[in-house]
């Protein structure tokens, strides 16, 4: 038989002040920032231009089923005004948004050319420059087949949650947007013209001219391929699977792109290279001032606890699956109670833990002398604590014959025998 030193356990020790809670830096100014220019000297034919009937943005979001959790049972609903779900709080582009309207349409291009129609192809999308049913069959070969756009497939939806996350509505038109004030909608307004001015394009698709280099991976493609261009970087080419964005590695959505610094990038992560983007509701930020806090850029008003949506400019706050929280909200969603006084361990106060318990500091104590545990050795029974002394005295097993406690490791006194 054993003393109360079988019964010891190391403390877990944890604050929840300190590295996990921070206050939000106040007020940076805008950059004014230039647009990315191509090469303007490009000798790729362009299939399409702008026209003058401006963007075409119609999507379905209400109802639609989460893509990132099981408990959006509902479907989407938006919040007032985060780019979230009022359900299960993950991000509206986390749903199976629809998109009604291919990239280009979404973007205000017309065509000049006519080309193949895609449905009669039994797909929702065919790359521009491809002139045979062939030639689309081998563009498509080339990439993974849930990025390839079938009616009824996974493609079609991956490729209309993927418009609305690279092509953010909010990117395209004001009428879009619900916090660009008054005074900073010009300034809008010359964001959009000048990017659509020197930056954005659609790509195309063509036959590879011989001893072509892919622009991204630098490796050959050969001239039997089908590889596609971007008119803005002159004869440039990519293979089909290279077409992606530099900075979110994503494949560029009916292959519409934006140049900046001679890469090219999605209208998503371009924008982000000229405006700061809140992180709260998605639009970019126009006005002069706005909040950085957690390596992020947000408006002033919605850098906001994650639970009671209250602003958190100026104040304390605490991170917790990387969402910021109030301190009175973190307090009562995720502290402890305490074992001894059954108050909550705030953020300032160290949260002692055995087992599923927890204690203050200064209430971590001895149940029977009251002396306190922290940084002891410690003896459990039921739901209580005790110093070693007093563990022993009550818990520990006694010889028979002299009634001395048993020590660790022994099971018999020699001089009782």
Not at 241 to 263: G, H
Request: aromatic share 10%; glycine share 8%.
């Amino acid at each position: 038989m054993s003393g109360y030193s079988s019964s010891f356990a190391r403390l877990n020790i944890s604050s929840k002040y300190g590295e996990d809670a921070a206050t939000p830096t106040r007020v940076m100014k805008n950059g004014a920032g230039g647009f990315g220019e191509g090469d303007g000297d490009s000798e790729i034919l362009r299939l399409w231009e702008f026209g003058g009937g401006g963007v075409q943005i119609k999507e379905a979001d209400i109802g639609q089923p989460c893509t990132e959790c099981s408990k959006c049972k509902d479907g989407y609903e938006p919040h007032k005004w985060r780019k979230t779900c009022k359900h299960c709080k993950c991000s509206r582009d986390g749903h199976e948004i629809v998109a009604e309207h291919g990239a280009r349409s979404r973007l205000g291009f017309v065509a000049t050319h006519d080309g193949l129609d895609a449905r009669s192809l039994g797909y929702t999308f065919v790359p521009p420059g491809l002139t045979s049913a062939r030639q689309v069959d081998q563009y498509y070969s080339t990439l993974p087949s849930e990025e390839v756009p079938k009616l009824g497939s996974k493609g079609e939806t991956n490729r209309s949650q993927r418009i609305v996350r690279q092509l953010p509505k909010q990117d395209l038109s004001l009428s879009a947007c619900k916090f660009v004030e008054p005074q900073n909608q010009a300034s809008y307004e010359d964001f959009i013209s000048g990017r659509n001015q020197v930056a954005l394009d659609v790509g195309l698709a063509k036959p590879t001219p011989p001893n072509s280099i892919c622009a991204h991976c630098q490796k050959p493609i050969h001239s039997q391929q089908i590889s596609v261009a971007a008119p803005r970087l002159g004869k440039s080419v990519w293979h089909p699977s290279c077409f992606k964005c530099t900075s979110c590695d994503d494949l560029l959505v009916d292959l519409a792109y934006c140049v900046y610094e001679d890469n090219i990038y999605c209208e998503r992560h371009y924008a982000e290279k000229m405006k700061p983007r809140c992180a709260g509701c998605d639009e970019l930020i126009f006005s002069g001032e706005y909040t950085k806090a957690m390596n992020k850029d947000w408006h002033g008003q919605h850098f906001c606890c994650w639970q009671c949506d209250e602003s958190l400019t100026g104040q304390r706050y605490v991170l917790r699956d990387e969402h910021p929280y109030c301190v009175s909200c973190y307090e009562s969603v995720f502290a402890n109670a305490c074992e001894k006084c059954s108050k909550v361990i705030g953020i300032d106060s160290k949260d002692l833990s055995y087992k599923d318990k927890h204690w203050h500091e200064a209430c971590f104590l001895c149940t029977t002398c009251g002396e306190s545990l922290v940084d002891k050795q410690f003896g459990s029974k039921g739901d209580r604590i005790y110093c070693g002394n007093c563990y022993d005295q009550q818990f520990a097993s006694r010889c028979d014959g002299c009634h001395e406690i048993f020590r660790a490791g022994k099971s018999f006194l020699f001089t009782c025998i």
